[in-house]
């Protein structure tokens, strides 16, 4: 506005100079021509130029107005603006005053709610730990002694079985002596209840800075005091299943010594002791094609990163003897002798070292998967001159013969319910890792021990559910033949005679001497079965099957497959309950020799209801 004022008074002035030149030089020129100016001339033109300064000054004049007009419009913007500025700033500041105020406001009801909630899970919390508290020890799931904390294990059973034919057992089933046709025992089927599977057991903890010291204990009732032995439950009354100590290091190293499940048997997770992958059946030598043992062993193993580990044991060995037609000229053991704690009447062998067994085991990220090895030495003495018709035992000698085998298992966890697991051992001299126990060697017409090639192969689908566990179970064991001096000699000849093996025999006589009540004849062994009117009398028959005749067949291959499944009634704090059937069908097949090459078969039905220990 300023500047356009400023052009109009330019061009004013501009205007007014042109003006007043443009008649003075023609009133020169006018009075050049005539020579004559008149004063009423001159004096207009002055009054015209100072009418003309007199606007000129008007107008700067009212620049000047306008100027301080504006100057004073601006500055009351400026103040106008600044106010402005000022009030925003003040707003502002309210606004977030009051926002702070709605956020302590916010803070300070969060707070408050936090302390209610705190306040109401302390109250919770100290519920819960006076419950846990009053619960521990009411019923503690653990024991505290003396800085070591003692779980106690096992299950009360009450258990039958059914066979269709009868093999004079217990729940536990000889695989190795199925009953031919020819045998009684296979006309009459058997039935038994039992609760000696019963387990009792603890285990005891104790946590250092380094490592962790355990112990473990576990029994049954399954053993016998005629027949425990070393070859492979080692079941001596009581039955001590298990019963080791433990040292296991943070660096993943652990030491283990004791009774336990030899290395050879499956594990769940890596080689950890109390992690074996059992059949899930009820009878207690569990399926054919299984390879294990319960023995001494001092076992090392070590944890590489979180997928392997690798381990050896040294374990306690023992030797079947199988064949028929040796001569009597090698001396491999004895019959225990009951001052050392062996059973009278029972065979050891002298073992001339223990068993090395070698371990591998893989956990990738799917399935479980294991390697091993067995190297078993065997050793008798022979006698060279014992068959001359005056023995003599000038020139024995002492014989070693190493067998061993190697074998795999592998498990398998699909859709979280199914569990497939594979097994296999092969080697000479390993029946005795396997459920049927057969054979670990032979001996040749010259006394040599000659180890036997025997497979094991064991297969299992297992479903498990809340209140539900099914399983399927199909396994083989198999045993080579080894023939000597044209197969008079050996184990499994075609030369043996087994005409017999299908024809029955009458009962074998039996004398057993009945005890009259109160002499105490029970605990030496002697019967204590009463016959009425008969008591001190000797009773004969009725309990001794008679023996087959020209019936000796050895085992080629024993097959089983079992079917059954768990129904948990109820799994807690107190325990567990459950029931579960079994049934099982084995066929047991022998080499084939004169006469023939039958075979024997068993159906079994067997039931447990357990309860077992929280």
Same mark, same amino acid.
């Given at each position: 506005m300023?500047?356009?004022?400023?052009?109009?008074?330019?061009l004013?002035?501009?205007?007014?100079?042109?003006?007043?030149?443009?008649?003075?030089?023609?009133?020169?020129?006018?009075?050049?021509?005539?020579?004559?100016?008149?004063?009423?001339?001159v004096?207009?033109?002055k009054?015209?130029?100072?009418?003309?300064?007199?606007?000129?000054?008007?107008?700067?004049?009212?620049?000047?107005r306008?100027?301080?007009?504006?100057?004073?419009?601006?500055?009351?913007?400026?103040?106008?603006?600044?106010?402005?500025?000022?009030?925003?700033?003040?707003?502002?500041?309210?606004?977030?005053?009051?926002?702070?105020?709605?956020?302590?406001?916010?803070?300070?009801?969060?707070?408050?709610?936090?302390?209610?909630?705190?306040?109401t899970?302390?109250?919770?919390?100290?519920?819960?730990?006076?419950?846990?508290?009053?619960?521990?020890l009411?019923?503690?799931?653990?024991?505290?002694?003396?800085g070591?904390?003692?779980?106690?294990?096992?299950?009360l059973?009450?258990?039958?079985?059914?066979?269709s034919?009868?093999?004079?057992?217990?729940?536990?089933?000889?695989?190795?002596?199925?009953?031919?046709?020819?045998?009684?025992?296979?006309?009459l089927?058997?039935?038994?209840?039992?609760?000696?599977?019963?387990?009792?057991?603890?285990?005891?903890?104790?946590?250092?800075?380094?490592?962790?010291?355990?112990?473990y204990?576990?029994?049954?009732?399954?053993?016998?005091?005629?027949?425990?032995?070393?070859?492979?439950?080692?079941s001596?009354?009581?039955?001590?299943?298990?019963?080791?100590g433990?040292?296991?290091?943070?660096?993943g190293?652990?030491?283990?010594?004791?009774?336990?499940?030899?290395?050879v048997?499956?594990?769940?997770k890596?080689?950890?002791?109390?992690?074996e992958?059992?059949?899930?059946?009820i009878?207690?030598?569990?399926?054919?094609?299984?390879?294990?043992?319960?023995?001494?062993?001092?076992?090392?193993?070590?944890?590489?990163?979180?997928?392997?580990?690798?381990?050896?044991?040294?374990?306690?060995?023992?030797?079947?003897?199988?064949g028929?037609?040796?001569?009597?000229?090698?001396?491999?053991?004895?019959?225990?002798?009951?001052?050392?704690?062996?059973?009278?009447?029972?065979?050891?062998?002298?073992?001339?070292?223990?068993?090395?067994?070698?371990?591998?085991?893989?956990?990738p990220?799917f399935?479980?998967?294991?390697?091993?090895?067995?190297?078993?030495?065997?050793?008798?003495?022979?006698?060279?001159?014992?068959?001359?018709?005056?023995?003599?035992?000038?020139?024995?000698?002492?014989?070693?013969?190493?067998?061993?085998?190697a074998?795999?298992?592998a498990r398998?966890?699909?859709?979280?319910?199914?569990d497939?697991?594979?097994?296999?051992?092969?080697g000479?001299?390993? %029946?005795?890792? @396997?459920?049927?126990?057969?054979?670990?060697?032979?001996?040749? #017409? *010259?006394? &040599?021990? +000659? =180890?036997? !090639?025997?497979?094991?192969?064991?297969?299992?689908?297992?479903?498990?559910?809340?209140?539900?566990?099914?399983?399927?179970?199909?396994?083989?064991e198999?045993?080579?033949?080894?023939?000597?001096?044209?197969?008079?000699?050996?184990?499994?000849?075609?030369?043996?005679?087994?005409?017999?093996?299908?024809?029955e025999?009458?009962?074998?006589?039996?004398?057993?001497?009945?005890?009259t009540? %109160?002499?105490? @004849?029970?605990?030496?062994g002697?019967?204590?079965?009463?016959? #009425? *009117?008969? &008591?001190? +009398? =000797?009773? !004969?028959?009725?309990?001794n099957?008679?023996?087959?005749?020209?019936?000796?067949?050895?085992?080629?291959?024993?097959?089983?497959?079992?079917?059954?499944?768990?129904?948990?009634?109820?799994?807690?704090?107190?325990?567990t309950?459950?029931?579960?059937?079994?049934?099982s069908?084995?066929?047991?097949?022998?080499?084939?020799?004169?006469?023939?090459?039958?075979?024997?078969?068993?159906?079994?039905?067997?039931?447990s209801?357990?309860?077992?220990?929280?």
């Amino acid at each position: 506005m300023r500047l356009v004022l400023r052009w109009c008074v330019v061009l004013l002035l501009a205007a007014s100079s042109l003006a007043q030149t443009a008649p003075a030089k023609k009133k020169t020129t006018t009075k050049t021509a005539t020579g004559t100016v008149s004063a009423a001339d001159v004096q207009a033109l002055k009054d015209a130029l100072a009418a003309q300064q007199q606007q000129i000054r008007e107008l700067k004049s009212e620049m000047q107005r306008r100027d301080a007009a504006l100057q004073q419009a601006q500055q009351q913007m400026q103040d106008a603006q600044s106010a402005a500025a000022a009030a925003q700033a003040k707003a502002d500041q309210a606004v977030q005053q009051a926002g702070q105020q709605q956020q302590a406001v916010s803070d300070l009801k969060s707070d408050v709610s936090d302390i209610k909630q705190n306040a109401t899970n302390a109250a919770l919390s100290l519920q819960e730990t006076q419950k846990n508290i009053q619960s521990s020890l009411e019923s503690p799931a653990t024991l505290h002694y003396k800085g070591i904390n003692i779980t106690p294990v096992g299950f009360l059973a009450a258990e039958t079985v059914w066979r269709s034919h009868a093999t004079g057992g217990d729940i536990n089933t000889q695989f190795n002596a199925i009953p031919f046709d020819g045998a009684a025992q296979s006309h009459l089927s058997e039935f038994f209840g039992s609760g000696r599977q019963s387990r009792i057991g603890f285990l005891a903890e104790g946590a250092l800075a380094n490592f962790t010291m355990r112990g473990y204990v576990e029994a049954d009732f399954l053993g016998t005091g005629v027949t425990s032995n070393n070859n492979q439950s080692n079941s001596y009354v009581l039955r001590q299943r298990q019963a080791w100590g433990q040292a296991a290091l943070n660096s993943g190293w652990t030491f283990t010594g004791g009774q336990m499940w030899s290395l050879v048997t499956e594990t769940k997770k890596g080689m950890d002791n109390r992690s074996e992958a059992l059949p899930m059946v009820i009878d207690p030598n569990y399926n054919v094609g299984f390879s294990w043992a319960r023995q001494y062993g001092f076992r090392v193993t070590k944890k590489l990163g979180d997928k392997v580990w690798v381990g050896g044991s040294v374990e306690d060995s023992q030797i079947i003897l199988g064949g028929h037609g040796a001569s009597n000229n090698f001396i491999i053991g004895q019959q225990g002798a009951s001052g050392g704690l062996y059973n009278g009447t029972t065979n050891y062998s002298y073992n001339a070292s223990p068993d090395f067994i070698g371990k591998i085991v893989f956990e990738p990220g799917f399935g479980h998967y294991e390697v091993f090895g067995i190297i078993s030495d065997f050793r008798n003495r022979i006698y060279p001159g014992a068959t001359l018709a005056k023995p003599s035992a000038n020139g024995a000698f002492n014989n070693n013969a190493v067998g061993g085998g190697a074998g795999a298992n592998a498990r398998w966890t699909i859709a979280k319910n199914y569990d497939i697991g594979i097994h296999f051992l092969g080697g000479s001299g390993t %029946g005795r890792y @396997g459920t049927s126990q057969l054979a670990d060697v032979v001996v040749s #017409p *010259g006394g &040599l021990l +000659t =180890p036997v !090639t025997n497979y094991q192969a064991l297969g299992t689908i297992e479903y498990h559910a809340k209140k539900l566990d099914v399983y399927l179970n199909y396994g083989a064991e198999y045993e080579d033949r080894v023939t000597f001096k044209g197969g008079k000699v050996g184990y499994g000849s075609p030369l043996f005679n087994n005409s017999g093996c299908d024809s029955e025999t009458v009962p074998a006589s039996t004398s057993t001497t009945v005890v009259t009540p %109160g002499t105490g @004849g029970g605990p030496t062994g002697t019967s204590s079965i009463p016959t #009425p *009117g008969s &008591l001190g +009398t =000797p009773l !004969t028959g009725g309990y001794n099957p008679g023996g087959l005749k020209n019936c000796n067949g050895d085992t080629r291959v024993i097959m089983e497959g079992s079917i059954g499944f768990w129904y948990r009634f109820y799994k807690g704090p107190k325990g567990t309950l459950q029931w579960g059937p079994q049934y099982s069908y084995i066929d047991r097949n022998i080499w084939a020799g004169t006469g023939g090459g039958p075979n024997a078969t068993e159906n079994m039905l067997f039931t447990s209801f357990r309860y077992y220990l929280p």
